[in-house]
C-alpha cells in the first residue's frame, strides 16, 4: 500500500544531530544538580571516616571546643536497619562498626545547619583504631599472608575452557609468554557525588547525582527496613558518571538519609573533590599473565590467559568487573583452545568499583599488548598477524559464542590503517628515527566490547520503559535510565518520535524518580540505546497503535493531528499509556555454570590507531594523531556519538599515560586534580572517528552500544606505538615518564 | 566558620548587590549561597578545573580563588548573564549545536572561558583555542566537540 501522506511525515531523526534535549538549560547555567537545591531547614551533612588503616576501633571521641549538642550525630548503632549496602554479596556496612576494613571508611556521619563549622568539627572527632594486619598486593592477597575476606581472600573466580588448551600447546610451533599491569585510575566526573535526604517513619526520599535510581532504591531498603513503597529516589541533573556513580551512590544516600532520620530535617550531603577522590571507588588494577601457543604460519592454536584483579576491602561490583574483564580477554580472534582463569582478590584498600569499561580495558590491553608481542617474534607484522586469526561470522569467541554478525574486521583494519597512513608513517618513522632526536612511532589494537549485561543479565533485569500521551497532547518517555551526559534525553527522543512519525518537540522526559518511573535497569554496560532504546521504540509502537484502533488518530497524520487525538484521549478516554519489556533475541543461550554460550546481544568492533612521540630527554610521550574506527551498528545521532567516543579516548590516553594513583598507606595519596593529573584541552591529540555501520537486528533501528567501547583499546594503541618508537616493550600503565626513563635507561 | 560579616557592594550580571559575608568568603559561595546563582559550579575547590569560572571586569577567574574583599565595587559575569533574555549567546548557540555540552557541569565555565578567548583572538586558530581553554577541565568530550563549537561560534 503506498503511503499517500508521507511528505507529512517528519523526516527521520534517527542519524541526524538533533540539539540535546536538555542542552538549553546546561549552556545557560539552569540545569539543576543535585548541590543547586537547597530546603528549608536544611543540615549539612559531613563523613568522618577511618584515619588509620584495617583494624578495631577502639573508640571515637569529640574534641572539646565544638558545640556538639547542635550536631546530628550518627554511627552504626543508630541504624534502623540492616547495616549493609545491598548489592551483590551485602558484605558492605554503611558505617563500619568495631571492625574498619580500610582507610577512609565511613564511620560517623555529622549533621548541622552551618555548613562552615560542619568541615571544623569533621576534623575533631578522634576514632581510635587499633590496627590488624594489611594485605597491600594481590600477591600477598594470593599468599593469604592474611586472610581478610572468606576463607581465601578471593571474591570471585571463573575458569573458562574451550576446545583443549593442552592440546593445542602440543600443537603449537611456538609458545610465548607475557605479563602485563594496569593501574587504578580514577572516574574524575566533574560534578562530586552528592544527596539531600528527607527521612522519617513515613517514607524516604532522596535526590542526587547517580547513574543508578534503583540500585539506591534496592539498598534504602533494608538499610530504613521500610517496605519498598516507602523508599523514594531522585536523579537530580548528573554531571558525569563513567561508573564512578554505579554503585557508591548508595552508599552516600545511606548516610545522608541516616542523618535526615535521626535530625527530622533536610540533610544535604556534598563530597569535595578530595573526599571524593579517595574514598569511593576507583578502576581495579589488574594483572593478566599470557601463554599463546602458535603455528609457525602465524595461526593461534592455544591462548592461556591468567587475569587477576585488585577489588579492594569488599566484595562490591567486582565478581561482575571480573566476568567482563573474563569474557574480553581473548579478544576478536579465533582460537581453537582457550582456557582463562581468574580472580578477583581482597585487599585493604578502599573497594575499586565500576567504571567505564568494567574490566574490559584491563584484560584487553594485556591481550593487544600480547598479539603484538606474538606477531614480533612470528616475524610477522601485527597487521598480518591478527588478519591470519580474526573472527569471522560462523565462527566461535572464547565463550563459544558463534558470531551471527557479518563482522569484517579485515576490511575495518584495512581502512583504518589506510585512514592513518599507518604504513607510511611507520616507513617514515623507521628511517628517521635512528638520527633523530625525538623518536615517533605508531601502533594499534583490535578489540571488541559486547553491549548489554552480560549472559542472563538481561533476562534477570527484565526492565521495563512506559510511555504515557500528556493532556497537552505530547508523549512522555518514563525510565529509570539515567542522563549523564551522554544523551540519553535526546536519544530517547529520537527513537521514540520516529516510531510514533511525529516531531522532536512533542517528546519529554520524565526526571528519573523510583516512585513515578518504571525499573529500566541500571545506566551501565553500554545498555541504555541498545537495550533500553529498543524498549522506548517497543511501547512508542503499543501506544500509537491504541491511538489508531480507538478512531481518534487516522493511519496516517501530522504531528498536529497526533497530539490533537493523544490530548482527546487523555481527556475523553483516560490514560494513554503503553509499556515495552525487555525480551531476549531468539536462539540464545548462556551456560552461568560454565560461563559458555552467548555472552552478548551484540558485539560492537573497533580498530584504534595511535601516533606518538617519546622525547628520550624529558621521558614524555605525547600521543599526536589518533584515529578511531568503530561498527556500532546504527549511528543514532553522529555528534553525540562522536562525544562518546572522543571522550573515551581522552579519558583512555589518561588511563595509559597520565592518570597514576599514588597509594600511600593505603590511601590515594594525590586525592586532588593538582596532582592527579587529567588530560587538558591542550594535551590531546586531534581525535578522529570513523563509524562503519552494519545493523543488529535486535538494537533500536539496528543501533548497538558504544559507551564503553573507546576505553578499552586506546592503551595498548598507544603502547604498541611507544614500543614501536623506541624497542622497548612497556607492559606496565599508566606509563608515567618516570617508568619511560626507566625503560629506556636500561636499553 | 563563617563569622565577622561586612557589608560590601558587587555588580553582578548588570546588577549591584548588597551582600553581607565576611571579607574572606570565597566569590563563589557568595554567588551561589548568597546570590544563589547556581549555574556557577564547584569542581575542585583548588583552582584546577575551572568550573566555577566567572568574569571579573571581562577577565576569566576561578572564582573559588577569589575572596569577596577583592571584587568590591567590581563587576561580575556569571553564566546567567550570557544569554540576551531568551537569546542565547554564540558560544552558548554553538555547545548546543555542535555538541559542547555532554554533562553540563564544566559547560558554564568553559563557555565564560571560550567567550574570554573569542575576545582577544576574534579568529582563534586551534592552537589558541586549546590553549585559551586549558585552564577549563571536561571529562566527558575529550575537548573535540567544544573546539567544534567554538569555531563555529566564530562563523556564524
Known sequence: ?747 | MRTGATAMQIRVNGVDHNIDAPPMSRLLDVLREDLRLTGVKEGCGEGECGACSVLIDAELVNSCLIPLLQVEGASITTIEGVANGDKLNAVQQAFLEYGGAQCGICTPGMILAAMTLLDRYPNPTLEQIKEGLAGNLCRCTGYMRIFEAVIHAVRE
Not at chain 1, 543461550?589 to 551484540?602: I, L, S, V
Open chain 1, 1 to 747: 500500500m503506498y503511503d499517500i501522506n508521507i511528505d507529512t511525515k517528519p523526516p527521520p531523526l534517527i542519524g541526524k544531530s538533533v540539539p540535546r534535549k536538555e542542552g538549553a538549560r546546561k549552556v545557560t547555567g539552569q540545569a539543576q544538580y543535585v548541590d543547586d537545591l537547597r530546603f528549608p531547614n536544611m543540615l549539612y551533612g559531613a563523613t568522618v571516616r577511618n584515619p588509620s588503616r584495617r583494624g578495631i576501633i577502639r573508640n571515637i571521641s569529640f574534641d572539646p571546643g565544638v558545640p556538639w549538642d547542635e550536631f546530628t550525630i550518627v554511627t552504626a548503632k543508630d541504624i534502623p536497619g540492616k547495616n549493609y549496602v545491598a548489592l551483590i554479596l551485602n558484605d558492605q556496612p554503611f558505617l563500619a562498626n568495631e571492625i574498619t576494613a580500610h582507610g577512609e571508611e565511613a564511620v560517623v556521619l555529622l549533621a548541622h545547619p552551618d555548613r562552615y563549622l560542619i568541615e571544623e568539627a569533621r576534623r575533631r572527632v578522634r576514632i581510635e583504631v587499633d590496627p590488624l594486619p594489611c594485605v597491600d598486593s594481590l600477591a600477598d592477597s594470593l599468599a593469604k599472608t592474611q586472610v581478610i575476606w572468606g576463607e581465601d581472600n578471593i571474591f570471585k573466580s571463573y575458569l573458562m575452557n574451550k576446545g583443549d588448551v593442552d592440546q593445542g600447546f602440543a600443537q603449537a610451533d611456538l609458545i610465548v609468554e607475557g605479563e602485563y599491569e594496569t593501574g587504578a585510575q580514577e572516574q574524575l566526573y566533574i560534578e562530586n557525588n552528592g544527596m539531600i535526604a528527607v527521612a522519617n517513619p513515613e517514607g524516604v526520599t532522596v535526590w542526587g547525582s547517580m547513574q543508578c535510581p534503583y540500585y539506591v532504591h534496592k539498598a534504602l531498603i533494608p538499610l530504613f527496613n521500610l517496605p519498598p513503597e516507602k523508599i523514594r529516589i531522585i536523579q537530580m541533573e548528573t554531571g558525569g558518571g563513567f561508573g564512578g556513580k554505579e554503585e557508591y551512590p548508595s552508599m552516600i544516600a545511606g548516610h545522608a538519609a541516616l542523618l535526615a532520620w535521626k535530625s527530622g530535617k533536610p540533610v544535604k550531603l556534598i563530597y569535595d573533590r578530595a573526599e571524593d577522590m579517595t574514598a569511593t571507588t576507583k578502576r581495579h588494577p589488574s594483572r593478566t599473565r599470557h601463554r599463546t601457543g602458535v603455528t609457525h604460519d602465524g595461526k593461534l592454536v592455544a591462548m592461556e590467559i591468567d587475569f587477576d584483579i585488585d577489588g579492594g576491602a569488599y566484595a562490591t561490583l567486582s565478581a561482575v568487573v571480573l566476568s567482563r574483564g573474563t569474557i574480553h580477554a581473548a579478544g576478536p580472534y579465533s582460537c581453537p583452545n582457550v582456557r582463562i582463569r581468574s580472580r578477583a582478590f581482597a585487599t585493604t584498600y578502599p573497594p575499586h568499583g565500576a567504571f567505564r569499561g568494567f574490566g574490559a580495558p584491563q584484560s584487553i590491553f594485556a591481550l593487544e599488548r600480547q598479539m603484538n608481542k606474538v606477531a614480533a617474534v612470528l616475524n610477522l607484522s601485527p597487521e598480518e598477524f591478527r588478519r591470519r586469526n580474526f573472527l569471522h561470522e560462523g565462527q566461535s569467541t572464547a565463550t563459544g559464542q558463534v558470531i551471527r554478525e557479518n563482522v569484517d574486521f579485515e576490511d575495518l583494519l584495512f581502512r583504518t590503517l589506510e585512514l592513518s597512513h599507518f604504513h607510511h608513517h611507520r616507513e617514515t618513522f623507521d628511517r628517521a628515527n635512528p638520527t633523530s632526536t625525538v623518536k615517533r612511532g605508531i601502533g594499534f589494537a583490535t578489540f571488541m566490547h559486547g553491549a548489554g549485561f552480560t549472559g542472563s543479565g538481561e533476562v534477570a533485569l527484565s526492565s521495563v520503559v512506559t510511555v504515557e500521551a500528556t493532556i497537552e497532547g505530547k508523549v512522555r518517555i518514563l525510565a529509570a535510565s539515567t542522563e549523564i551526559g551522554q544523551g540519553t534525553n535526546t536519544i530517547f527522543s529520537q527513537i521514540a518520535a520516529d516510531a510514533l512519525q511525529i516531531d522532536y518537540s512533542l517528546i519529554e522526559l520524565a526526571q528519573p524518580d523510583t516512585s513515578t518511573v518504571p525499573n529500566s535497569g541500571p545506566t551501565v554496560a553500554s545498555r541504555t540505546v541498545m537495550v533500553v532504546g529498543k524498549l522506548v521504540e517497543a511501547a512508542c509502537i503499543g501506544l500509537r497503535q491504541t491511538l489508531i484502533s480507538s478512531g481518534l488518530l487516522a493511519q496516517t497524520y501530522t504531528s498536529e493531528e497526533f497530539a490533537t487525538g493523544a490530548a482527546e484521549y487523555v481527556e475523553n478516554v483516560g490514560p494513554l499509556r503503553a509499556s515495552g519489556e525487555y525480551k531476549p533475541p531468539p536462539n540464545v543461550f548462556w551456560n552461568d555454570e560454565t560461563y559458555q554460550g552467548d555472552a552478548y546481544g551484540a558485539y560492537a568492533w573497533a580498530v584504534y590507531v595511535a601516533m606518538v612521540t617519546v622525547d628520550p630527554v624529558t621521558y614524555e610521550v605525547r600521543v599526536d594523531d589518533f584515529v578511531a574506527m568503530q561498527e556500532i551498528g546504527k549511528v543514532i545521532h553522529p555528534i553525540l556519538a562522536m562525544g562518546q567516543i572522543e571522550g573515551g579516548v581522552a579519558q583512555a590516553i589518561g588511563f595509559a599515560l597520565y592518570e597514576r594513583v599514588a597509594w600511600k598507606n593505603g590511601r590515594m595519596a594525590n586525592g586532588q586534580m593538582t596532582n592527579y593529573i587529567m588530560p587538558t584541552s591542550a594535551d590531546l591529540p586531534p581525535i578522529r572517528v570513523f563509524f562503519a555501520e552494519n545493523p543488529y537486528a535486535y538494537g533500536p533501528s539496528g543501533a548497538k552500544g558504544i559507551g564503553e567501547l573507546p576505553m578499552d583499546g586506546v592503551a595498548p594503541a598507544i603502547l604498541n606505538a611507544i614500543e614501536h618508537a623506541t624497542g622497548v616493550a612497556f607492559n606496565k600503565i599508566p606509563l608515567v615518564p618516570e617508568l619511560v626513563m626507566e625503560g629506556l635507561l636500561a636499553l
